[in-house]
């Protein structure tokens, strides 16, 4: 049974560019959310997918943005990019979008450095 | 707005030590408490969790107690191993209105067990 899986696992882009990171859920799972962790810091929510339409959002601009696939399979876009944007970018992915108690399982990262 | 506060690290401990890593939430409604670990250079893995108040989540030897008149969600281990080494984060899931799965991370803390 694989996990929530990330591509790719490493990358560097100019500032000003734009990048694409993809996630595929664990299997069973039909909603996928992003996060972003800057080094030496926890996670901040970026946004949650869920039947292919944006359900939550945190505190990111517009510049961030994202889409499901009838596969559950989601991408983060992330447009005109900054010095700042140089982060861990994980993947989370749960059995629904609700339900507090519910397990979150998450992948091994997609690492961007801007320069 | 949910939050959650960690003690800073980095703990630094001999092998054997008692650990204990603390952990306070703000949240509304009824969340549910997670510990995450990250390993150097990986994703977050789920180490317990518990979904009410007074519920103990264990596993590999640590334990966290859902303590809701203080808020609190410490973690702890009796004796620790040098693989134990790594970040630990403190986190919530806030059911009420829809946002469930959406989880808060405290900043994290580093713990380094040495022989």
């Known amino acids: 049974d694989a996990g929530v899986t990330q591509s790719p696992t490493h990358l560097i882009k100019t500032r000003g560019q734009q990048v694409t990171l993809r996630c595929s859920p664990k299997s069973g799972h039909d909603t996928v959310s992003w996060y972003q962790q800057a080094l030496g810091q926890g996670p901040q929510f970026i946004f949650q997918y869920y039947e292919e339409e944006e359900r939550q959002r945190g505190n990111f601009p517009d510049r961030f943005s994202g889409h499901q696939f009838p596969n559950y399979s989601s991408e983060l876009n992330v447009n005109a990019l900054l010095l700042g944007d140089s982060a861990l970018y994980l993947c989370a992915s749960s059995p629904g979008p609700r339900g507090s108690g519910n397990t979150i399982y998450f992948g091994e990262g997609s690492w961007l450095t801007v320069v | 707005g949910n939050s959650v506060t960690q003690m800073e690290g980095p703990v630094t401990l001999s092998e054997e030590a008692f650990l204990t890593i603390n952990c306070t939430y703000t949240?509304?409604?009824?969340?549910?408490l997670f510990w995450y670990v990250q390993y150097p250079g990986e994703g977050l893995q789920l180490l317990l969790k518990?979904?009410?108040?007074?519920d103990k989540g264990s596993n590999k030897g640590f334990e966290a107690t859902y303590r809701k008149e203080t808020t609190s969600f410490h973690l702890e281990k009796g004796s620790v191993q040098v693989s134990d080494s790594a970040v630990y984060f403190c986190a919530l899931s806030d059911g009420v209105t829809g946002g469930g799965n959406k989880l808060t991370f405290g900043t994290g803390t580093q713990l380094k067990v040495e022989l």
């Open positions: 949240a509304t409604g009824y969340p549910s």
């Open positions: 518990a979904t009410k108040a007074d």
